[in-house]
């Protein structure tokens, strides 16, 4: 690679970057701007804008219902994703990719159209739109990621492994509580925070399937109605550091776990 490319490529790349980051930026900075009005030039900086959001009733209600719901999607995601990862892994049989790729489908339905379907189907369940109908409608659009991520784990597993836990008088049951299931951690755990991010930033599920109670980002969406200011900059503020410190904490985990268990 000559010089001339090495500078052509740095240059796009950190094109790309500014091009990631200043919007991110320019929310960021909005939700400190002390007057009720998105744009520059910015006369004053407050903190008011996040101490409003921190009490009121009304946001932190929605952050509370929208964790609860993302909470309940990720750990049943991640109980029938496992399992579907460990039914499809390591057995052979006929019509195994038909299964798989209808485990997989719906991750790859436009949102708009699972939304629609599943408030469909939630009518002919007769259930009522609300918390529950949330983390169905979120658990079968999260179980395909469950299932790919674990499978990837799944299938680094030496097979010695399980047949010495075998060879010492461990069933089956046994055998995977013992040895498949501590191995699949880092899995789970960047499975389950992925899940729980999908879950939470939900907004088309959440819409068609939720009732009078908002998630956040249902909240968000009516606030924006009423147009931008700087208390909606403030919300997606918190919710950026959130997201980032659980990414960031999720990826120090797994890579801690894939050294304690790398064979």
């Not at 009005?37 to 209600?61: A, K, N, Q």
């Not at 990862?85 to 708009?112: D, N, Q, T």
């Not at 010492?168 to 729980?196: E, H, N, W």
């Not at 700087?230 to 894939?258: D, F, K, Q």
Request: glycine residues 6%; charged residues 15%.
């Amino acid at each position: 690679m000559t010089r001339n490319t090495r500078v052509l490529m740095s240059v796009i790349y950190w094109a790309f970057v500014v091009y990631l980051f200043v919007p991110l930026v320019l929310m960021v900075t909005m939700g400190f701007k002390d007057s009720k009005f998105i744009g520059f030039p910015i006369r004053g900086w407050t903190l008011d804008w996040y101490s409003e959001i921190f009490r009121s009733d009304e946001v932190l209600g929605a952050f509370g219902y929208t964790m609860a719901i993302a909470l309940s999607t990720t750990c049943l995601s991640l109980v029938i994703g496992t399992w579907i990862a460990a039914f499809l892994g390591p057995h052979k049989f006929r019509g195994k990719l038909i299964v798989f790729a209808l485990a997989c489908m719906p991750a790859v339905i436009p949102g708009i159209i699972s939304a629609i379907s599943l408030r469909i189907y939630i009518q002919f369940l007769q259930l009522d739109t609300g918390m529950a109908a949330i983390i169905l409608g979120h658990t079968i659009h999260n179980v395909p990621f469950v299932a790919l991520v674990v499978m990837a784990r799944l299938a680094t597993l030496p097979q010695s492994h399980i047949e010495a836990a075998r060879d010492l008088g461990a069933d089956q049951f046994v055998a995977f509580s013992r040895v498949t299931l501590p191995y699949l951690k880092p899995a789970l755990i960047g499975a389950g925070v992925f899940c729980m991010l999908l879950s939470f930033d939900d907004f088309v599920r959440s819409f068609f399937l939720g009732s009078y109670q908002p998630t956040l980002p249902v909240l968000i969406f009516a606030k924006l109605r009423s147009g931008m200011s700087p208390e909606i900059n403030a919300i997606s503020t918190v919710v950026l550091v959130i997201t980032a410190i659980l990414g960031i904490w999720a990826e120090r985990s797994m890579r801690r776990m894939n050294k304690g268990t790398s064979v």
